[in-house]
Nanobody, 121 residues
Framework: QVQLVESGGGLVQPGGSLRLSCAPS?????VGWFRQAPGKEREFVAA????????DYADSVKGRFTISEDTVKNTVYLQMNSLKPEDTAIYSC?????????????????WGQGTQVTVSS
């Protein structure tokens, strides 16, 4: 079992930045971030594996978001820059998925409770 605790959500103006944190109870090979906007399905945002040596991003956030791992603190971060109103969603951290299907939320075994990110002026 892996427990995941997220933090760092909040309200930010368009163009602003936020950093989300996720603290897994133990390390796993791969960690990821997903988000779910009201009325929409949960979607892949970013993933990191091999202690951050490999990362992948959804096209919608590429160049604006950065996923990173602090192996000393055992914490995963999602740095979000140039935020847009369409980034508004509940962001959830996830752990443990096969490399062949990590963009599919159904393949992940463990989830955090989620943190709200609202981008609005």
């Amino acid at each position: 079992q892996v427990q995941l605790v997220e933090s760092g959500g909040g309200l930010v103006q368009p163009g602003g930045s936020l950093r989300l944190s996720c603290a897994p109870s133990r390390r796993t090979f791969i960690v990821g971030w997903f988000r779910q906007a009201p009325g929409k399905e949960r979607e892949f945002v970013a993933a990191s594996w091999r202690s951050g040596h490999n990362t992948d991003y959804a096209d919608s956030v590429k160049g604006r978001f950065t996923i990173s791992e602090d192996t000393v603190k055992n914490t995963v971060y999602l740095q979000m820059n140039s935020l847009k109103p369409e980034d508004t969603a509940i962001y959830s951290c996830a752990a443990d998925a096969p490399l062949s299907g990590y963009t599919d939320d159904r393949t992940w075994n463990y989830w955090g409770q989620g943190t709200q990110v609202t981008v609005s002026s």
